[in-house]
């Protein structure tokens, strides 16, 4: 969404979000690496907050465990800025994270298939529970 410059894309979609009439119940994002995850960042009302980390034994098996820290993600900041949409972030392991990114070995080969996949798992339970039961 263009986050590197000037987050133009993050306020375009908002600004088209207004202008359609949406109304995002969550926005997602994941933009910390491709690593293996272990939690979500949140900045929600306290309420919702409260609902997502219930949750947190469904994700346990999966290695996900921390759902503390706030935030959500740039791209996203103009929907929670403009519309005080709920916000979410997966958090990977940032321990490799500058050996690739914006570097010549920020290509996909090198990313770990299975930490990728692991991810996907994490961000696909997290939308079902939200759709399933709301926040």
């Known amino acids: 969404m263009n986050e590197e410059n000037g987050l133009k894309g993050g306020q375009k979609y908002a600004e088209l979000a207004g202008q359609n009439k949406e109304n995002h119940i969550l926005a997602i994002e ?28 469904l ?28 916000v979410m972030g997966l958090l990977p392991d940032s321990q490799r ?17 299975r930490e990728l996949c692991l991810g996907s798992v994490a961000m696909t339970l997290m939308v079902y529970m939200v759709s399933m039961y709301g926040l």
Not at 73 to 78: H, K
Not at 97 to 113: K, L
Request: aromatic share 16%; no cysteine; hydrophobic share 35%.
């Open 30 to 57: 994941t933009d910390a690496g491709g690593a293996t995850p272990f939690g979500f960042s949140m900045s929600m009302s306290a309420a919702k907050r409260n609902k997502v980390t219930s949750w947190l034994p």
């Open 59 to 86: 994700f346990l098996p999966y290695g996900i465990y921390s759902f503390q820290r706030e935030g959500g993600g740039a791209d996203i900041g103009p929907l929670q800025r403009k519309f005080g949409t709920p």
């Open 97 to 113: 994270y500058f050996d690739m990114h914006h570097s010549e070995n920020d290509v996909f080969e090198n990313v770990h298939r």
